[in-house]
C-alpha cells in the first residue's frame, strides 16, 4: 500500500499531511486576509473567525479545494463591497459535491449580507461523450455519467450544521433545466463544473445577470478542454455575446476571473 493510499484511510492523519503540505500558500494567504480589510465592511475578528472556520470546515467535509483557493475567492467576494454598493447581487455557486465550499461561502454570504444560491444536480455529472484527460498538473480527470454525485441532503445537513444555512437557497437540477428560470442580479459566482457543456450552459445564463464589475470564477482552469472552450473568440462572441475578455492566469492556474465591464461590446 502506498503513502497515500494508506493516508486516505487514516483520515486526520491526511488532513495534517494536507494542512502541512498547503501550508507555504495557505498560511501566507490565511495571514494577509485577516489583516488586511475588504470592501465590504469586516472587523479582525470577523476574518479571523472566517478563517479557522475554512479549517474546521475542512476537517468535517470532503473539501477538494484548499484554503489558500477559497481564501482567495473570499477576498474577491468581499471586496465587491456591501450587497447595497455598487455591485448588487446574490453570491452564486454552480456544483458544490459534498458542500464544502457552500457551507464556506454561507459564511461569506452571511458577511457581506448577501444570499447564496446554489445550483447542482445532486445526481452527478450529466450524460457526456466529452473527451477528458490530465490537467495542466498531470492527474488524470475523468467525468462519466453520474460522477461526483453527493446527495442533496448530506450537502444541506453541511451547510446547516457547520455553515448559515439562513443565506444558502438550492436548485436541485442539471444547469440547463434550473438556471433559464433564474433571473436575480448575480454579483459573484463560483463555477466548480468539470465540463465543457456545463460550463457553457454556466457562463451562458449567469453572464448576463451579473452587474457591471460582477465577476464569474471558474476553478476549473486547469482543464485543457476549459482552457480551450475560454481560449475560444467564438464561444465569447455567439455565445455570449462580448470580446473575449481578460482571463489573467489562464493556462496557468486552476482558477480564473471573468470581470463583467462597463461597456457591454468588451
Known sequence: MSLR???????????????????????????????????????FGARLAL????????????????EHEMIAISRQILDLGAADGAVPGAIVEAGSFHGGSTTKLSLVAKLC???????????????????????????????????HAVSFEEVKNNVARYGDASRA?????????????????????CV???????TRDCFHYLY????PGGI??????????IIELFNDSIFWEKEIGIKKPPMPGLGTLKFVTVRKQNDPSL
Not at 448576463?208 to 452587474?211: A, H, K, N, R, V
Not at 464569474?216 to 482543464?223: C, E, G, K, T, Y
Open 5 to 43: 493510499e494508506y493516508l486516505k484511510e487514516q483520515w486526520p492523519l491526511l488532513y495534517i499531511y494536507r494542512k502541512i503540505y498547503y501550508a507555504p500558500k495557505d498560511i501566507p494567504a490565511a495571514l494577509g486576509f485577516i489583516f488586511c480589510g475588504t470592501k465590504s465592511p469586516t472587523t
Open 51 to 66: 478563517v479557522l472556520n475554512f479549517y474546521k470546515i475542512s476537517y468535517c467535509v470532503d473539501c477538494p479545494h484548499t
Open 192 to 198: 466548480n463544473v468539470d465540463l465543457v457543456q456545463s
Open 208 to 211: 448576463p445577470l451579473l452587474p
Open 113 to 147: 449580507g448577501r444570499p447564496l444560491e446554489v445550483f447542482d444536480s445532486f445526481a452527478g455529472m450529466p450524460e457526456n461523450t466529452e473527451a477528458h484527460g490530465k490537467s495542466i498538473y498531470g492527474r488524470e480527470h475523468h467525468f462519466p455519467k453520474g460522477s
Open 216 to 225: 464569474i470564477i471558474s476553478q476549473d482552469a486547469h482543464f485543457p478542454w
Open 169 to 189: 437557497h438550492f436548485h436541485k437540477g442539471f444547469f440547463s433545466d434550473t438556471m433559464p428560470g433564474f433571473r436575480e442580479a448575480v454579483a459573484a459566482a
